[in-house]
T-cell receptor, first 112, second 113 residues
Framework: DTGVSQDPRHKITKRGQNVTFRCDPISEHNRLYWYRQTLGQGPEFLTYFQNEAQLEKSRLLSDRFSAERPKGSFSTLEIQRTEQGDSAMYLC??????????FGPGTRLTVL | LAKTTQPISMDSYEGQEVNITCSHNNIATNDYITWYQQFPSQGPRFIIQGYKTKVTNEVASLFIPADRKSSTLSLPRVSLSDTAVYYCLVGDRRNTNAGKSTFGDGTTLTVKP
């Protein structure tokens, strides 16, 4: 079973550095989503792709955040000039068109 | 997107049946109800989804009354490993903006021995 995978699982960085996370969705899924989750709260939607097209972006996705899915397969989420408030778990999920979302294990980011 | 309301926390004991109710008064005609389970340091995991009446799978049952303004996730005979956060989501599966799922803060279920 090749579920959704995310890399790295943990990232510690210093404030002001750039970080990039990768998500590999389930192969036949054409939709890919990014969420952010802080301790004690539910996941917050950031953005989603249908194939390579980025169809929706949350207001949470500031100018320092950018996501890509160049070939409609894997996706990357980059955070530029990280701030301590960016510390969170970043979750990726994929689905077939309008079906159930399957989540990866997440990338935990700590900004010092 | 319909807003959902769940209890913040629930306690239970091993072997008991647990029912977690979610209110979604503004549910739309095309909206489905989906429940996810999340363990610490893991992504949410799909449990069950339904539109009306009752849905049952190997893990849980979902009860949805006729007015669909609420739903109840039923976990039979819980064990310690069912301790997790449970999220209720409401959304239109056919909507092109279906990716914008609103999770809320979920219900933290603690199962005690």
């Amino acid at each position: 079973d090749t579920g959704v995978s995310q890399d790295p699982r943990h990232k510690i960085t210093k404030r002001g550095q750039n970080v990039t996370f990768r998500c590999d969705p389930i192969s036949e899924h054409n939709r890919l989503y990014w969420y952010r989750q802080t301790l004690g709260q539910g996941p917050e939607f950031l953005t989603y792709f249908q194939n390579e097209a980025q169809l929706e972006k949350s207001r949470l996705l500031s100018d320092r955040f950018s996501a890509e899915r160049p070939k409609g397969s894997f996706s990357t989420l980059e955070i530029q000039r990280t701030e301590q408030g960016d510390s969170a778990m970043y979750l990726c999920a994929s689905s077939e068109t309008t079906d159930t979302q399957y989540f990866g294990p997440g990338t935990r980011l700590t900004v010092l | 997107l319909a807003k959902t309301t769940q209890p913040i926390s629930m306690d239970s004991y091993e072997g008991q049946e647990v029912n977690i109710t979610c209110s979604h008064n503004n549910i739309a005609t095309n909206d489905y109800i989906t429940w996810y389970q999340q363990f610490p340091s893991q992504g949410p995991r799909f449990i069950i989804q339904g539109y009306k009446t009752k849905v049952t799978n190997e893990v849980a049952s979902l009860f949805i009354p006729a007015d669909r303004k609420s739903s109840t996730l039923s976990l039979p005979r819980v064990s310690l490993s069912d301790t997790a956060v449970y999220y209720c989501l409401v959304g239109d599966r056919r909507n092109t903006n279906a990716g914008k799922s609103t999770f809320g803060d979920g219900t933290t279920l603690t199962v005690k021995p």
